[in-house]
């Protein structure tokens, strides 16, 4: 009898285990069930773009009666604009948000910040991010998710400097109004990683002054900024915002692609009347603004959307256009011109230990045009991707250690499987960036064919105008003074041995350590040159006094704006993202402000 026992002893104890595993796996199911449910609740003006029933044909926009007609605007990009400008919009009127990506409250790649590098690293269809190569060879990425780069980036918070507001043209008071609106809702104050008070020791030591502590501002010296993570490391995203709008007015469409701006071609100037979109299953429609005076188109899709937006729908160089049979709708020669992305150069420096994971949290603002800041270890989760090096990951693209028109997906797929060969310790450590604070080198963005999925072809000509090189040469000359400076090296503790074992797997494992001759001008220059990657700050496309008015109208063109960063002729502030939300409750607020005077409430 015991011996049967003893026999069945394993057998229940494996059948209590699977049955452990089916209710953990049920609970996990349910879990996941209710999320999605809790989001729809919070959220109920968000539905798939496939639910949407279009308006009659664009000819009833001229003749018409008024009832096909519910938008008083169309924002196309559910974005770190499109997202607060909708919202403070609808607190009056009715607002149809189109954006071609899908939620991010869903997604633990985008919520979660141990799983940052998995939404950049990820090439599928239902990314929330979509990877693209300059013609320089640097990839990068633009998000495709509502909420936009605030759903897939490193989460610092800065507000532009004083003098940037100033040499816009914005009115400081409402902008003062704004950030706060901003922050109040989705801005956290960090939990500091060692290795950014290490570094943010190193800043001071080597003269980044002065000390300016925790703050929002942009101001010289050194300092720890904001985050869009809260302490438990979950994201909160320009999306959330939408909750400040009306649901009753706001109506927001994910999944929902725009293939272009429709126009009534009449009268002596273009009048924007609606827009045209295909949902998820590839079935397009047609939404029609209201014919109420003050009723508009606005663009809100990113320096690379944005542009892309206004071309096909016949509003750029006509030489471009007509090359690709799109009918001109306006002669406009700096659509796509102006494009700029500011460089970034990363230092890996190896320590003898783990160290714990950290996006952005410190930065030196200098007077020299650059900024420093930091980044460390990687999330450890079973989703995560092992033995990264943070924002310098090769698996999202930043193949620094290979010249960039020699970086390919292959390469990629190849560094992957080579790194499974070198030692965990390699990745310990954290990285110290230098990234250009306004880069006067520029390219330029043109269309590969004149459909919407094709992304355009961009020019950043990184590093073609020489003041650019000189301050990366001097940038990097600042981390090697931090990195040898004695507050950093006492935390850092890395030893001979340990360095040359790196310097001969550095291509391997993808790390640039600090070069050898930093005295040499021309061999840093190279250097800048050859591991140049991007901090994802790409801008510009339709500057205004160019192709936008001050207050963000399309030139020539009647009902329509373009309201984002493509807009910005520089990068506001450390990180733009700041910078960008306030601009869209900002022009949201001016916008009723201008349309219902003290009735507007704001």
């Known amino acids: 009898m015991a011996a049967v ?112 590098h998995i939404s950049l690293a990820d090439t599928s269809p239902t990314s929330a991010s979509q990877i693209f190569v300059s013609t320089d060879g640097v990839f990068n990425a633009r998000a495709k998710v509502l909420g936009g780069g605030t759903s897939i980036n490193a989460g610092f918070y800065s507000r532009a400097s004083e003098s940037y507001i100033k040499k816009v043209g914005w009115d400081s008071k409402l902008v003062n109004e704004s950030f706060p609106w901003i922050e109040k809702q989705i801005v956290h104050r960090p939990i500091l990683a060692p290795w950014q008070i290490a ?38 995203t320009a999306a959330e915002l939408l909750t400040s709008g009306n649901p009753g007015k706001l109506h927001v469409l994910v999944h929902a692609t725009v293939q272009k701006v429709e126009f009534d071609t009449s009268g002596k100037k273009p009048i924007a009347v609606g827009v045209i979109f295909k949902d998820e299953k590839r079935n397009q429609h047609k939404a029609f603004l209201s014919k109420r005076k003050g009723s508009e188109i606005i663009v809100s899709s990113g320096a690379i959307g944005s542009p892309q937006i206004l071309l096909l729908s016949g509003i750029g160089p006509k030489a471009e256009l007509e090359k690709l049979n799109i009918s001109v709708v306006l002669d406009s020669k700096f659509v796509g011109k102006g494009m700029s992305d500011n460089p970034l150069n990363t230092i890996f420096v190896p320590t003898n230990r783990p160290v714990q994971q950290s996006l952005i949290q410190t930065v030196g603002i200098t007077k020299m045009g650059v900024y ?33 028109k020699q970086r390919t997906h292959e390469a990629i797929e190849a560094h992957k499987r080579n790194k499974k060969n070198v030692p965990r ?4 450590g954290g990285s110290i960036l230098e990234k250009i604070a306004t880069p006067l080198s520029t390219g330029h963005l043109r269309l590969k064919s004149n459909k919407i999925d094709d992304s355009p072809s961009v020019t950043f000509n990184y590093f073609s105008h020489p003041r650019d090189l000189k301050r990366c040469v001097d940038g990097i000359r600042i981390v090697e003074k931090i990195v040898k400076s004695k507050h950093f090296t006492n935390y850092v503790q890395c030893d001979k041995e340990t360095l040359d074992k790196l310097l001969n797997m550095s291509v391997q494992a993808n790390i640039n350590l600090i070069p050898k001759h930093t005295n040499d001008t021309e061999s840093l220059e190279q250097f800048c040159k050859d591991t140049v990657i991007t901090i994802w700050h790409y801008h510009g496309g339709c500057h ?13 063109v009647k009902r329509l704006r373009v309201i984002d960063g493509s807009t910005f002729t520089e990068s506001p502030g450390t990180n733009p993202q700041a910078t960008v939300m306030m601009m869209g409750r900002y022009m949201g607020v001016k916008i009723l402000r201008e349309r219902l005077g003290r009735a507007a409430g704001l």
Not at 375 to 398: K, L, P, V
Not at 425 to 428: A, I, Q, S, T
């Open 372 to 404: 420093i800041e930091a980044s460390s270890g990687y999330g450890e989760s079973e989703d995560s991707i092992h033995r990264n090096h943070g924002i310098a990951s090769a698996e999202i693209g930043q193949l620094s250690t290979i010249p960039p």
């Open 425 to 428: 310790e390699v990745f310990r």
């Open 199 to 236: 570094v943010s020791e190193g800043l001071l030591e080597v003269g980044i002054l002065p000390f300016n502590g925790f703050t929002y501002d942009h101001i010289y010296g050194t300092k720890f900024g904001g985050t869009i993570f809260d302490r438990f490391g979950h994201r909160k």
């Open 5 to 116: 026992i003893g026999a069945l002893v394993p057998v229940i104890v494996k059948l209590s285990l699977l049955l452990l595993c089916l209710n953990f796996n049920s609970f996990l199911t349910l879990t996941q069930a209710r999320k999605w449910e809790s989001w729809k609740d919070k959220y109920p003006f968000i539905k798939p773009a496939s639910s949407f029933s279009s308006s009659s044909s664009s000819n009833a926009w001229i003749s018409g009666s008024n009832e096909a007609y519910n938008y008083d605007y169309i924002i196309v990009g559910g974005g770190t604009a499109g997202c607060p400008l909708a919202a403070t919009l609808s607190q009056k009127f009715n607002v149809l948000l189109l954006e071609r990506g899908g939620v991010p409250f869903d997604n633990f790649n985008v919520s979660l910040m141990q799983n940052f």
């Open 544 to 556: 205004a006094g160019k192709v936008v008015s001050p207050d963000y109208r399309v030139i020539n």
